[in-house]
Each structure stands twice: as C-alpha cells, then as structure tokens.
RNA sequence: GCGCCUGUAGCUCAAUUGGAUAGAGCAUCAGCCUCCGAAGCUGAGGGUUGUGAGUUCGAUUCUCGCCAGGCGCACCA
C-alpha cells in the first residue's frame, strides 16, 4: 500500500504539464508562463478523452491563426507515454486520447491509495468553518438544513484535503430578543409544555411576547428593562437565558446527531462578550470610528459600502462589533489560513462590510462568505409569526418513514431493526443529497416530494448502486472463495468499461473543484455521473459470468467504484449501507 | 432610488467559469426480470437558454438596455 497519495499524480496534471511545456517552445515568453493553460474533459466521446482550447485564447493575443498555433504547440509536444494519439480539431482545439494501460496504471495506483488520488493540498493549513449557527429559543426549522449540511460537506471535503478544520457553531444566543422572551416567560409561560417541548414553548413565549411589545409601549419597555437587568448581569435573568440556552442545545444535539454533523466548538456570540469595548478601542485607534446620529460607526464610502454601526446609541454593541471580535479571537488563536462563513444570502451586505473593516485593521487572513439561496415554500419565505415553518425534524421523520415503507416493500425478509436502520440511511440522505446536488446559490422551493425523492438523481440512488456492488462481491466471494480480484490486472475490454474507469481517476479533481469552488454539488454531479455509467455498465456487461481473468478485472473495477461512491458520499455526510 | 442574486425542456436542476451537436431527473410514451439486486437499464418526444443589442473564430457564460422574480440597504442577527 503506497502511503503517499502524491504518488497518485492527476491526468488532467500530467496533461497540462505536457501541453504547458509545448507552449513554452512554440511560443514566445509571456508574463505568466502560460500557467493557466489546462486541459479539460471532452464535452463529446468522438473528440478523445480530454481536449486543451488555449490555443485559440492565445491566438487572439499573439494575433497567430489558432490552427496554426495548435498544430505548432502539436509539433513541439511530441509523445507522451500516457497519450495514445493526439488531434487539431475546429477552429484550434487539440483533442487528446488517452492510452488505456496509462488509465489502467493510474486506477491501479488510485486503488493503493487509502486516500484515492486525493492529494493532500490544504496541509499544514487551518481553516476556520463557520456554519449552521441556529438562534437560541427557535427550534431548527427546514430553512435552517442548509447552513448545516453544506458547511457539513465542505468541513469534510477540507479535511479530506490535509486541511485542519476548526468547525465553530457560532450559536446566536445574545441580543435584544432575551429582553423579550424573559418577559415573556415571567408572564405567559406554561409550566407543563415548557417540561414537555421547551424549545417550542419558548418560541411560542417569544412570538406572544414580540406581538404585544408591538401593541403597547409600555410592554416594550419591560422587555428593555429585562435586557438590561440581563446584561448589566442580574442573576435571575442570567439564570433563565442559562436555561433558555442549555434547552435549546439539548434539541439542536438532538438534530445534529440525526444529521451526522458534529463540531469543534459550540460558541455563541455571548462569548465574545467581553472584548467588545476592546474592539471599539481597536477600531478608534485605527482612526476608523466617527459618532453619526448618536451612534459609533465605520464609513466605508471607499469601499461603496453602506455605513456599519459598531456601538448603538443606547450605548450597546451589536452584531458586527461580535463578529470583528469573533474574527480577531479566531485569528489569534488558530492563525487559520482563511476564514468562511456560511450562511445564507441576506448576509451578503453584512459580510462584505465585516470583511472591508478586517482588511482596514489590517487583518490579512482570506475570509469567504459562501451564501446560498433561501429555503422558501411555495406560498412564500417561512415566517414564525405566520406559523408557516416545517420543523426539521418532522422533515427528517416523514423522510425515515417514507424510506421505511419502501425498504419494507422492497425487502420483505429483512429484520425490523435493519429495515429501520436502511430507512433511516436513506431517508436522511434523500434530504441531503437533495439539497447538496444542486448550486448552492440558487434559492431552493421546498416541496416534501423533491426533498424526498428516492429515484432519478436522488441520495438512494447512488446508495443503490453502492449496494448492488456490495452484493456483486459477495457473490463473487462465495463463488470464488479465496480469490482476490485484487491480485488481478485491469483490462478495460468493452468502451464502457474504459469510460467508468476514466472517470474513477477523476474522483479528486471533483473533490479538489468542489473544495475551491465551495460547492458540494460538483462531488454529488460526479457521483451520479459515476453511478449512472456503472449502472449501465452493471445492465449491460456480464461479470460474474465473464470469463477468467476478465471476471477479475470487472470485479476489480466494480471495487474501485465502490470505493470512489462510498468515499464520495462520506464526504457529503451521506450513508452507504451494504444492503438497502 | 441604490446594491447583490436569479431567469435554461411542462416541472426541478446541470453545463468543467468563453468552447464543438445545451445535458440529467421527474412527468408522458415504447421496450427489458426462467440471467450478477427492476430503488435499475434501453430508447422516443420535448429548447429562439426571459428579451433586445454589443464584444469575436465561437456567448447559457462577458458588456449595456429592458422585462419578471428574490434578497438587502442606520441602531434585529
């Protein structure tokens, strides 16, 4: 077993390197060494396996025919001992066809790999993932599963990549809402439903609360005198946000624990609470405050940014002062390559501004805000005060039982406590392959039949096709007890199979794009790009029944694509059972 | 009013950041289980990429205008 993946080099690499180099001789020396030139997949099987269209982008500049440059670069790249024939197509496009034992080597070495092929580029750096993030006193509702299962994906997508990750659930458990609901609590608040759903009572509390502090004045200015008593550190108040915060906590673990997602730290905004008035003093000593209409602030007109409020009038800070100080501690205290935030897009604005005044004070970490689209129904956005929300863990209920019904239909003799386990695998990732195959910045209409969907380009179809491969090897194992397809050579004999394995050893640029891109989308399209070709390949090709040695190869194959699905799938915090 | 985002098949989404004939799923229709798992496979129909211009060898992608929708823009987070 070769431990160390950089001995598992990227074709699309190798051939970029090839073609670079060619460029070099053909072409006189330019600012940036060529160093953009790439090689990409062919959009079409008839033009070979990978296709290079930098010749016609360098045409322009060079002011050269781009056919003539191509067939220039062609002549200056000579053999290469992974590319079987190369091809000036079009208007200048340099179209490569691979040699199948060079895909054949490459897959072989990608099978001895523990990681894949998946090189380790983020080692030695620190990233600081800020996501999910949910209020206090505000049960998780179904807007609430993008933040956490995005971040969740790209936390793991990271760390695959040598990076560490220091995952930080920035809870919002401060601010002027506590003045509401603590007054809300000491009038309206049932004892038996607090003990029965607290999290739920407490929204109701609060929901009351907000409506009547919108009515009468004098209500209003209870709930400020609560916020006061609170942050001036009453004890009673103390007590009760104490206990708002741990209830909230236990159900938030609850759905977390459900999700598979998991953190390095839980710190709410409270935590920062101390070294507000030394950001303020930062901040002024920076030359960036000015008093505007009685409150503290920083202009960003250089910028183009609407001004930021650092200090209330009232005298209170509010969310970008925590969050200056939350990125001021985070970069003392993990010295993190770069910083990112997700949440979704109404925090673009606020972002940017936070980002601009970083860079003021003179804070060069990278900091990222990857936004995505609000969850919304058909009928409109979620509203607390319209009762229109769909708690999330009703979703992840209908989800399992949904899942259920159709384990028990499909596999009658399994036990109960399978079935239910089976559910719950691919109910849960229905809802996450539903939402992390698609852009995360378009805004998603929620629909129970979508976020459910078992067929298609769906979570279980993927873990479907894991599991027919599971079964394939069982059944090659008690056939051919002893024998490891392992030990065998890949032959790629039928164009299918070339075509599966070339797209195996494409698994870590899907995962190398999705990470900079911040997308898991880009590793659900391959694994169901994947799945589909094996899926066709597993209808159409015989393996069990093919002859010695191509039996091997096949069994082989199906292995390795086990493996890509499996591993895939982990890193989208999605299951893969054995049996479904 | 200003800013950010979105508009692609009936519906939900892709399209490797300017590449070749715009691809999938759902839905519809036609086939495939005495054969390795039919949650599957094979095929068919379905498109003026919101719209009008521009940039160039080449535009769903870039620029500008317009139309439609979403979100944001001073003391909530």
């Not at 070495?109 to 209020?135: E, F, I, M």
């Not at 409150?295 to 925590?322: H, M, S």
Request: hydrophobic share 40%; glycine share 6%; with cysteine.
């Amino acid at each position: 077993m070769s431990a160390d993946p950089a001995s598992v080099p990227l074709l699309s690499d190798v051939l970029a390197d090839w073609l670079r180099a060619a460029f070099r001789r053909a072409l006189p020396p330019a600012a940036d060494d060529y160093a953009s030139i790439g090689v990409v997949s062919t959009t079409n099987p008839e033009f070979g396996d990978y296709q290079c269209n930098a010749a016609m982008a360098l045409a322009k500049a060079l002011k050269q025919p781009p056919r003539q440059l191509a067939q220039a670069v062609l002549d200056q790249a000579g053999p290469h001992p992974a590319v079987e024939r190369t091809a000036l197509a079009g208007p200048g496009f340099i179209n490569i066809t691979v040699r199948a034992d060079a895909i054949i080597d490459l897959a072989q070495a990608q099978g001895r790999d523990a990681a894949l092929g998946v090189p380790p580029v983020g080692r030695g750096q620190t990233v600081v993932l800020d996501y999910s993030s949910p209020n206090v006193a505000k049960p998780m509702h179904i807007g609430h599963i993008r933040s956490t299962i995005i971040g969740g994906a790209l936390d793991r997508l990271h760390r695959a990549l040598g990076y560490r990750v220091v995952a930080d659930n920035h809870i919002g458990d401060w601010g002027t809402q506590f003045g509401i609901l603590i007054r809300g609590y000491r009038q309206f608040v049932d004892e038996a439903a607090l003990r029965e759903q607290p999290v739920e009572e407490l929204e109701r509390l609060y929901v009351k609360s907000y409506e009547q502090s919108q009515a009468d004045p004098a209500w209003l200015d209870a709930c400020r005198q609560e916020l006061v008593k609170l942050q001036s550190g009453d004890p009673e108040n103390l007590r009760l946000w104490e206990q708002f915060v741990q209830w909230s906590m236990a159900e938030f673990e609850r759905v977390y624990r459900r999700l598979g997602v998991s953190f390095d730290l839980v710190r709410g905004e409270s935590h920062y609470n101390v070294k507000l008035p030394g950001v303020l003093a930062t901040l002024e000593q920076h030359g960036l405050v000015k008093e505007s209409e009685g409150a503290q602030v920083v202009f960003l007109e250089e910028e183009k940014l609407p001004v930021c409020i650092v200090r209330k009038r009232d005298g209170g800070f509010n969310y970008a002062t925590t969050d200056l100080a939350t990125v001021a501690s985070r970069v003392e205290e993990f010295h993190p390559a770069k910083i990112v935030y997700v949440t979704d897009e109404r925090q673009q604005l606020h972002f940017r501004q936070l980002f601009a005044i970083c860079r003021r004070l003179g804070i060069t970490t990278a900091l990222d805000h990857v936004w995505f689209g609000l969850m919304r129904l058909p009928e409109g956005t979620f509203s607390t005060r319209q009762g229109n929300v769909i708690r999330l863990e009703r979703l992840l209920d209908e989800a399992e039982q949904r899942a259920l019904a159709i384990v028990q239909a499909a596999s009658p003799t399994m036990d109960p406590a399978t079935q239910r386990d089976v559910a719950r695998a691919v109910g849960i990732g229905a809802v996450k392959y539903a939402d992390l195959s698609q852009n995360p910045q378009t805004q998603i209409t929620f629909s129970w039949d979508k976020a459910l969907a078992l067929d298609g380009n769906s979570g279980p179809y993927l873990q479907y096709a894991y599991a027919r491969i599971a079964s394939v090897q069982d059944k090659y194992a008690e056939r051919y007890p002893g024998q490891d397809p392992g030990a065998f050579p890949l032959q790629l004999t039928e164009p299918i199979e070339r075509v599966l394995a070339l797209k195996v050893t494409q698994f870590p640029e899907a995962i190398l794009r999705a990470a900079e891109l911040y997308r898991p989308s880009v590793v659900a399209d391959y694994l169901y790009d994947v799945a589909q070709t094996y899926s066709s390949f597993y209808q159409n090709v015989p393996f069990l029944k093919a002859p010695d040695g191509v039996r091997e190869s096949r069994v082989r194959l199906c292995g390795l694509v086990a493996r890509v699905l499996r591993t895939g799938l982990d890193l989208l915090g999605i299951e893969t059972p054995d049996r479904i």
